[in-house]
């Protein structure tokens, strides 16, 4: 089974401080992807990488950045949290190419900005 | 207006109950339609997916999709206190290359 990694569930950070939330998966998966959950307003997607040191912009990219150095590798930078950035944030993968229709899911990443 | 949308619930249900979930969509370039199951923190899990209109049924699960009218819906029979869970509808536009979510239903199912 393809297994989608975030090596925090759960951080507490404060105003102003940079964050990073790692996510990793195990099944050469061309495509990643971070999205932030909120309720009332679902999954937003915020990045999304084709490949390697290749980075889109999703629905809601201001106040992040992303690195893929590593195709394994995925990460979400918050330059400077805020408090509206508290949040879920999912990480997901995806093999590439025709009929890749299916999205796996790490566990998620509960964000706290105070 | 969003591209996907979903019925907001919450439903809750007593065991044994048939339940609909249901979602429409504005964009007929998606191509592929998912439902996903999420427990309480935990991420989301792919339930069903299907790529043309008609039904497609797994266990107790039945999606169900109508392009013309731009609606898919999730059936569950004999639902199940395990059920229990937030059902999130996705569509896959694989020219984007990426999917769009509903809000999610949250469901609960009653002993």
């Known amino acids: 089974d393809v297994k989608v990694t975030q090596s925090s569930r759960y951080l507490v950070k404060r105003t102003g401080e940079k964050v990073f939330l790692e996510c990793v998966q195990d099944?050469?998966?061309?495509?990643m992807f971070w999205y932030r959950q909120d309720p009332g307003l679902g999954l937003r997607l915020i990045y999304f990488?084709?490949?390697?040191?290749?980075?889109e912009k999703g629905d809601i990219p201001e106040g992040y950045s992303v690195s893929r150095e590593k195709k394994e590798r995925f990460s979400l930078i918050l330059e400077s949290a805020s408090t509206n950035q508290t949040s879920m944030y999912l990480c997901?993968?995806?093999?590439?190419?025709?009929?890749?229709?299916?999205?796996?899911f790490g566990a998620g990443s509960r964000l706290t900005v105070l | 207006q969003k591209e996907v949308e979903q019925d907001p619930g919450p439903l809750s249900v007593p065991e044994g109950a048939i339940v609909s979930l249901n979602c429409t969509y504005s964009n007929s370039a998606f191509q592929y339609f998912m439902w996903y199951r999420q427990y309480s923190r935990k991420g989301p899990e792919l339930l069903m997916y299907t790529y043309s209109s008609g039904n497609k049924e797994d266990g107790r699960f039945t999606a169900q999709v109508d392009k013309s009218s731009k609606y898919i819906s999730l059936f569950i029979r004999d639902s199940q206190p395990s059920d229990s869970a937030t059902y999130l509808c996705?569509?896959?536009?694989?020219?984007?290359?990426?999917?769009?979510f509903g809000d999610g239903t949250t469901l609960t199912v009653k002993p």
């Open positions: 099944m050469d998966h061309e495509n």
């Open positions: 997901a993968s995806i093999r590439g190419g025709s009929g890749a229709n299916v999205l796996t």
């Open positions: 990488s084709y490949d390697v040191k290749m980075k």
């Open positions: 996705a569509m896959l536009n694989t020219n984007a290359g990426k999917s769009t």
